[in-house]
């Protein structure tokens, strides 16, 4: 399919790229772009320039379109830096919806860790190609790997609270930006002693929600006195729901039994309900009551000694064991 430069496709990839072609097979969906807009700035001295000095394609894979694998093939400028003073002779023309060196869009990237924070890489890896998403379970690890908290030295209102790293060995304390709940740092342990470190960079520090541990509260006050802590919503509710066991544990009965959805004053009567054979299961099931052969075809006999209980073998055996048990 063609498209016109005019046509309006901002949608998928930003204002100053179009899409010209897309192409759609059995198994894969390609499309392809080209910048409108034809002058960048330098990123090392912020001249902009116009002065074209080649192109190139940048294949990146994409967030799937209908469970189908979807390359986007971008037609990306390289311009000559037209600052003289500039060391940077040749630069390249960011694209608004893939980091620098990628192979895939930064959609597809949180996709892929959106998929794998709830199972292993490897079952990530297979429900993601289910999707339309090729990607090894090494390439999500180094994907996990690449991941780093930006700290902010004047953050002023934070959410503190504990995670396991690996559950119920090893803890740390996330710290996160109050503003859009991203993670900014990530501290061993969670007895307070990190933190306090932490907080001694972070002056600007106004507010702290944080978890009911009483280690927190104590690094706080001890750094940031004059800091406000507010119990976060997760433990407020932990707090009140503690605190309502606590008071119908005095006021209700152990057991109570609902039947019907009315609350019964006491236990109901046990009903004792013979169960009926499901005659069609039976059926279902076939059973060989054949008499089993050795190897020579011939049936094997089995020994059913008869129990002779006034035999004097038998009364001598009953007369031990009597004697045995008193
Ligand atoms: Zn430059």
New binding site residues.
Partial sequence: MKYSPSSDNSLLYGKNHFIYKTEESDDRIDIFLKSSVHSCK?P????ESSDLHATYERTLQDVPIRCKPTYVHANVFKYN?V?AE?S?KV?MEPLPFASASQVRTDSLNALVLAVAMFMSNEGASTVLSLMGVTISNDTIQRLYDRIEFKDDPDVEAVGIDDVATRKAQTYATAIYDMKDHHMIALLEGRDGASLKEWLKCHKKIRMVARDRASAYASAINEVLPECTQVADRFHLMQNLLDRMKEIFKNELPSTIFIRDGVVLDKAPKKETREKAFDEKRLEGISYDNSPPIDENGTEIKFKSKKRDLNSTKYKKFACSRKKNSN
């Fill in positions: 330098c090392f001295c912020g001249v830096c600052n500039c940077q630069f």
